[in-house]
């Protein structure tokens, strides 16, 4: 069991890793206010409306029909960290949970039987057989 569960949750904990340090780049073209392209990581494609604008004769820069946007949301740079980031009840508590946790884990030793030196009673005469109880 124990190993069927770590099977699936190394990957998953990998995973989780690489996305959140991971920065990620969101570009959009937007022509007359309509979203025409959205891209991840690189730029994106645009309409072709101001390749058509300075073939025509027309400034593009009078025109503002097509605007770019993008956003970048940053990963986490520093993984590191110390026992002494996390405040006091952080680290009662993770020194509490590791603790049991791991407590789970362990051999559980049966105590010992405090008759077990004793032989059993001899038995002289059968109880059973001069009372004449029997289980049905």
């Known amino acids: 069991m124990k190993q069927k569960i770590l099977q699936w949750l190394s990957p998953f904990m990998a995973l989780t890793v690489m996305l959140s340090t991971i920065s990620w780049t969101v570009d959009k073209h937007l022509c007359m206010g309509r979203v025409m392209d959205v891209s991840l990581f690189v730029e994106a494609e645009d309409c072709g409306m101001a ?14 029909c097509c605007d770019d946007e993008s956003f970048t949301l940053s990963g986490q740079e520093d993984l590191t960290l110390t026992w002494l980031d996390f405040d006091l009840d952080q680290q009662v508590f993770l020194f509490a949970f590791s603790h049991s946790y791991l407590d789970l ?8 039987a405090p008759h077990e030196e004793y032989p059993p009673p001899l038995l002289v005469k059968d109880i ?7 289980l049905i």
């Open 105 to 112: 884990y362990s051999p559980q030793v049966e105590p010992p």
């Open 128 to 134: 059973h057989i001069l009372d004449q109880v029997f």
């Open 51 to 64: 390749d058509a604008l300075s073939n025509s004769g027309q400034d593009s820069m009078m025109n503002h």
